[in-house]
């Protein structure tokens, strides 16, 4: 795959007519010239991609060497496909070969070739039909695929065992299901003729099992290849008539999906050419008036390419060509009219923002690519290791995921309103409760994503959409603001922007629908609640087409900040999420789990038992999404640190195994995250420091009282401590002295001078010690000049602390 | 003692010594990678460095412990090693909220060096095709600071998803975290949290505190966002840990003995402290010190700064600090501000003082004004003068109350100045200042101690009781006796 052109930097592509017309000259595009050689793009094209650095030429049918970014090892792929994409401008379909190593001796078919270990081909592959897509610059090098009997007749050794494989079998994606002996040349004719009979072919072979369907008579391969080869004539007369006439007729040929892929290629250009146009247009407008600056549509853009990933590139482009109309839309009347609408003794202070024409980008911070290095470091670690990166990138939250089990009745809920409102172009409010972590705004963008798609196919009418999160806003005004560069395009104050955006709604006029998402919503107050009243006022209005989905933490929030009657009126459709339960965390763990790639599957894996364990000690707690994902994810590090400390002592062979992420590593995860660090804290405090908190507790029980004054911990300290002596305490003190004592250490004038009996009223550094207790936040003091009256009271738990200093020796004698 | 008298040292030796060891206890050196706990938690944090700034993944964490146990000295050691290791995939932005008190300040904070960033690299690779024009993440206007930030750390490599593996990491280190808490809607601390969940650029965000319960203060949604890590340093838990510990600053690091003349005297250098620490005959000041230290606050830079004075003053006929000199910094600490303040009080003052906190004594109450402690001031002189004449008869109370020593009783227009002047000194408080609202918070009255005249019945607190003057005052004060009930 290729994102773009750019990407494809160091390759070039032809189009070359291979099987239809072989003697037509190719037609030549460089990748980093202009797109524009995409249009002339015949019917049965194949692409061929030349690597400018070693004039590696590859198309479909070859075999690659495939190094994924992140994978530990490089892995043989079969072109199946190279085509300019849909989402990408070229994707290359790869279906995987397997090692031989990578599959578990006993998984093995019980074939006699396979009965020894030791005597395996080590550079047997075998077929898969697990398709996926690669990137070109993953492409490391060409390599020779033969069938067992081509293999028997060379010689392997070391020049070409690294890119020399035999491939006899077709196998599972999984490793574990193998098909019977086969004939890779075969295979591979098949797949000239046509790709998909291919496709078809190995999928029937390798997953057998998941056809249900009865089984078919079994096709030889050869058959299969004269059939088509007799279809393919008859077919082939007619466009062979066409080829002949001239190539702009190419165009019209071309059959099935390749001719919408082309058309929206060209719409895209089309509109990338006008927008160049209108940039230049507004740099001019902007030479004029250099007050008024128009938004930065990339921003927007860019926002909106966020938020709906999965949208390809020509819904995208035409949304953002609206938006340039719309702010092409003469800025003068546009400014006039917002003149019109805020009062004149505003109009003074009615200024546009400037907005920023290009915003800034770490991109430019982002370090160079040192390929050369990169692999190195990737190349020394072992694939188990992999596997953990990779386990953990999956169970990391801000893995995008392709579905969210346990969510499925809030989705459609969510999805019909929306619907329902878009199709009729009503006003709606949807608000949206439950506590954190449990999946509110995923679910809501995954209905919006669904929207945007259904958009496409021309299901739902367009509507625009906007997310504005109340914490992600400095101030709540803020989202007027917000709301309005939206609309308008206008950066403008806040102020001004809700005086536009009362006069917008109310007014009649022609426009899309427009969904605001307020994510945390119960922080978008104010004084007299403007804002949030206003999000929920505007889409009762006949004419504004808004719909808002509030969503926050809280039930009753619209009931605590907003007067019954205005409640009642808003018609608010309320909607609350619960907590996930213990099934359904199970379930997103597995789904994560499931997105693991093959070999990652088979190295490290997360028990069922630990799974569950983890889902059910969340889900009693908070039943949220994130908790559970993060305690899996800290104990797949600490398995992985345990895997690591035992490779390096042992020196084993774990490539063979896998390693299992077991409840132990889960308890010890969630241990780490309810455990306070309380209790060691304490322990390790100073003498004094103990002496402290013992006299506040002693306090406690004479007073009874949670707070006393300081003035009388003072007096306590000073009391137990005379009156106390125990063996064991002074044991260590009297190293210093027959003298020495505790008292003598802390109260005495001169520590130097045992035998002066001249004591301090206070303890050494008593203010400090205080202080910093509180600071540590085990006890809180009254900020008032002076020590006897302050009140002090502790922040821990009583029965913590004294769990702590009965343990210790020096002073569990005064409790 | 013998081998150390007889240690010949030049002064050249004397004095490179001197600097080398002043500039470790004055902070010019890392107490690291000799200790064994903090060695843990150094490799827990680098790992957590490491995964974000490798792996690409997000983390966050919180580090707590006490103040001088090491949380700034890992936290720099881990960044210097993972520098050298990844220099220039990753960057750091560190905050501390005693400075960025708030989250406009510290946004445009984060803007500022984020900016300062790009300018470096830029200048770096001007000759490069890279020029990048002149915009910042800083902007007039907060919102739009604020806005800028969010977008580029968050959908920084969407477009260019495939090149995930050159996106630089960010590694935030906030200082003093808990208070950043104190804001009621942490919105720094949510869109932080956030980034470091679902951002597709790689953050860490790695709060520091004192504060162990920090991880409670942190609101609902925050603490859903925050991974719930916690590392803890904390104080040397045994004597012996201590002082394994506290010595490292005072020896003389083995590298450097070929830059002495007399590699000797580095070697009995270091063994000097342990010599005094611990083979000493008799019981050294050092080793009180030690003890000391070890007892109250258990701090090792409190330790060195004690150690300080003594290190300064060896010179090349005296090589190693006396142990006499040891004792010099505790001793001229102040032990007590309130017992400073009563030594230095003269005696009328002294008297109205003991005469108040008698009176509080007696009747249990709080709060006394002037009168009453004049009232009982006076009764007290009385008594006081009754009494050192009752004892004497005969001849010699005759000779004696012809010399009768009577103190003289002041005015109350003269103890009232004495009054005015405790209360400026601090020893006498406004009583009543101190209220509580509903939730039990205390709302302190700003204008505490700003009075400059007391009038004569206002109610105030005396911040010392009638046993702690009895407990520091010499046996020999005549008033002594004043002060038992």
Not at chain 1, 98 to 112: H, M, N
Not at chain 1, 161 to 176: D, H, L, P, Y
Request: some cysteine; glycine content about 4%; charged content about 30%.
């Amino acid at each position: 795959m290729a994102k773009s052109a750019r990407d494809l930097k160091g390759w070039e592509y032809i189009i070359a007519e291979a099987k239809v017309a072989e003697n037509d000259s190719p037609l030549k595009g460089v990748a980093s010239g202009r797109r524009s050689s995409r249009r002339v793009k015949a019917a049965n094209e194949s692409l061929v991609l030349k690597r400018e650095m070693d004039d590696l030429e590859i198309q479909a049918g070859d075999t690659v060497l495939v190094h994924q970014k992140g994978a530990t090892s490089p892995e043989i792929a079969f072109i199946k496909e190279i085509k300019f994409g849909n989402d990408n401008f070229i994707d290359i379909v790869v279906s995987w070969f397997i090692r031989i190593q990578d599959i578990d001796f006993e998984d093995l078919p019980k074939a006699e070739e396979y009965s020894s270990k030791n005597d395996l081909i080590q550079n047997e592959l075998f077929i898969t039909m697990y398709l996926e897509g690669i990137f070109v610059s993953e492409i490391v090098e060409k390599v020779n695929v033969l069938s067992l009997d081509e293999f028997k007749d060379i010689l392997i050794d070391d020049s070409n065992t690294s890119n020399t494989f035999m491939v006899r079998r077709g196998c599972s994606s999984t490793g574990e299901e193998f098909t019977n002996v086969l004939n890779y040349r075969e295979l591979t004719n098949l797949f000239h003729k046509d790709p998909n009979e291919f496709v078809e072919y190995v999928r029937a072979e390798t997953v057998r099992s998941a056809y249900n369907s009865p089984k078919k008579e079994k096709v030889d391969i050869k058959e299969k290849i004269e059939k088509i080869e007799s279809k393919k004539k008859s077919r082939r007369r007619s466009p062979i008539v066409r080829d002949s006439s001239d190539s702009s007729n190419e165009e019209d040929i071309s059959d099935d999906s390749g001719d919408e892929y082309k058309g929206l290629g060209e719409e895209v250009e089309n509109e990338d050419g006008e927008d160049e146009e209108e940039d230049h247009d507004v740099d001019d407008d902007e030479d004029d008036k250099e007050s008024v600056h128009l938004s930065d549509s990339e921003e927007e853009f860019a926002g909106g390419h966020r938020n709906r990933k999965r949208k390809s590139a020509s819904p995208k482009k035409s949304t953002a060509k609206v938006k340039r109309a719309k702010a092409r839309l003469s800025e003068n009347t546009s400014i006039s009219y917002m003149n019109s609408v805020l009062s004149p003794s505003k109009k003074q202070r009615f200024k546009i923002k400037s907005a920023n024409i290009s915003k800034p980008s770490l991109a430019s911070l982002s370090p160079q690519k040192k390929k050369g290095k990169g692999t190195l470091i990737v190349e020394e670690m072992d694939k188990t290791s992999e596997a953990f990166r990779e386990i953990k990138a999956k169970l990391h939250t801000s893995q995008i995921v392709t579905s969210l089990p346990g969510r499925e009745d809030e989705f459609a809920s969510i999805y019909t309103s929306l619907d329902e409102a878009i199709e009729h172009g009503t006003g709606c409010c949807l608000y949206i409760s439950g506590t954190p972590g449990i999946g509110k705004t995923a679910t809501v963008r995954e209905v919006i994503a669904q929207l945007q798609e259904s958009v496409k196919n021309e299901a739902t009418k367009p509507f625009d959409y906007l997310e504005i999160n109340g914490l992600k806003l400095l101030s709540p005004n803020v989202a007027y603001e917000v709301l309005w560069e939206k609309i308008s395009g206008f950066k403008v104050t806040p102020a001004n922007a809700a005086i536009l955006l009362e006069k917008y709604f109310s007014t009649e006029e022609d426009r899309k629908p427009l969904v605001v998402l307020m994510d945390e919503l119960d922080q978008i107050v104010t004084q007299k609640q403007n804002v949030m009243y206003n999000f929920f006022n505007w889409p009762s209005y006949a004419t504004s087409k808004l719909i808002v989905i509030a969503v926050a933490n809280t039930m009753d929030l619209p009931e605590r900040v907003l007067s019954n009657k205005i409640s009642s009126r808003l018609g608010l459709r309320r909607m609350e999420f619960k907590g996930y339960q213990f099934g359904q965390l199970g379930e997103i763990i597995a789904h994560r789990l499931a997105m693991l790639s093959e070999q990652s599957k088979r190295r490290v894996i997360l028990t069922k038992d630990a799974s569950n364990f983890a889902s059910r000690k969340v889900s009693n707690v908070t039943g949220d999404a994130r908790r559970a994902l993060t305690i899996c994810r800290r104990a797949v590090e600490i398995a992985e640190q345990e895997f690591l400390a035992n490779r390096n002592t042992e020196n084993s062979k774990p490539e063979e195994e896998s390693f299992h992420i077991l409840i132990t590593h889960i308890s010890k995860a969630i241990n780490e995250t309810i455990n306070s660090p309380i209790s060691k804290f304490l322990e390790s405090l100073p003498f004094a420091y103990k002496l402290v908190l013992m006299a506040i507790l002693l306090r406690m029980k004479r007073s009874g009282l949670g707070e006393n004054s300081l003035g009388d911990v003072i007096d306590e300290m000073r009391i137990s401590l005379q009156m106390f002596t125990s063996k064991e305490s002074s044991q260590i003190i009297h190293q210093l002295g027959p003298n020495a004592s505790l008292m003598n250490m802390l109260y005495s004038s001169d520590i130097f001078d045992f035998d002066n009996n001249n004591f301090n009223i206070r303890i050494h550094s008593f203010k400090r010690i205080v202080n910093e207790l509180a600071e540590n936040g085990i006890i809180t003091q009254q900020n008032v000049p002076g020590e006897r009256y302050r009140l002090v009271h502790l922040t821990v738990s009583e029965e913590e602390i004294i769990s702590v200093l009965k343990r210790d020796k020096e002073i569990s004698g005064m409790m | 003692m013998g081998k150390f008298d007889e240690c010949q040292v030049s002064s050249g030796d004397v004095r490179r010594v001197r600097d080398q060891i002043m500039h470790q206890l004055s902070g010019g050196f890392a107490n690291f990678g000799h200790s064994k706990q903090l060695k843990e938690k150094f490799n827990e944090l680098y790992m957590l460095f490491e995964h974000t700034v490798n792996d690409k993944e997000g983390h966050s964490a919180l580090l707590i412990g006490p103040r001088s146990t090491g949380k700034t000295t890992i936290i720099n050691k881990a960044l210097e090693e993972l520098e050298s290791k990844y220099s220039g995939q990753f960057l750091t932005i560190r905050l501390n909220a005693t400075i960025h008190s708030d989250d406009g300040i510290a946004l445009r904070e984060i803007a500022r060096q984020l900016d300062e960033e790009v300018k470096r690299i830029n200048a770096f690779q001007v000759e490069l095709e890279y020029q990048l024009d002149n915009t910042n993440f800083e902007q007039r206007s907060i919102n739009d600071t604020f806005a800028n930030i969010l977008l580029s750390l968050d959908n920084n490599m969407h477009s260019e998803q495939d090149e995930a593996s050159t996106t630089i990491s960010i590694i935030f280190v906030i200082e003093e975290f808990e208070k950043f808490t104190n804001n009621n809607k942490q919105t720094l601390l949510y869109n932080l949290f956030d980034l470091s969940q679902s951002s597709s650029t790689a953050v860490c965000v790695l709060g520091v505190s004192t504060k162990v319960t920090t991880r409670e203060l942190l609101e609902r949604r925050v603490r859903s966002r925050f991974s719930q890590r916690i590392i803890t340093t904390s104080k040397s838990s045994s004597l012996e840990e201590f002082w394994t510990d506290a010595k490292l600053g005072l020896l003389f690091d083995e590298s450097l003995f070929n830059s002495l003349d007399n590699a000797e005297y580095g070697k009995l250098w270091n063994s000097y402290f342990e010599f005094l620490f611990n083979e000493c005959a008799q019981v050294t000041n050092f080793r009180k010190l030690v003890f000391q230290n070890y007892y109250t606050v258990k701090n090792i830079k409190d330790f060195y700064n004690s150690c300080m004075f003594a290190v300064s003053q060896i010179h090349s006929s005296a090589p190693f600090p006396s142990d006499m000199v040891f004792s010099k910094y505790l001793n001229s600490q102040l032990s007590n501000c309130v017992q400073g303040i009563v030594r230095s009080l003269s005696t009328s003052e002294l008297l109205l003082t003991i005469a108040a906190a008698r009176w509080v004594e007696k009747y249990e109450l709080q709060a006394i004004n002037f009168n009453l402690a004049y009232a009982e001031y006076k009764s007290m002189m009385k008594n006081y003068n009754l009494n050192t004449t009752s004892g004497s008869t005969g001849l010699d109370s005759k000779m004696i109350s012809n010399f009768r020593i009577n103190h003289k009783l002041f005015s109350s227009k003269i103890l009232r100045t004495c009054w005015e002047s405790l209360y400026k000194l601090g020893l006498l408080l406004d009583s009543g200042g101190i209220t509580t609202n509903n939730e039990g918070h205390i709302i302190t009255n700003a204008n505490l101690n700003k009075n400059l005249i007391i009038e004569e019945n206002k109610m105030v607190q005396l911040d010392i009781t009638l046993d702690e003057i009895s407990t520091f005052m010499d046996d020999h004060n005549a008033f002594k006796r004043l002060t038992k009930l």
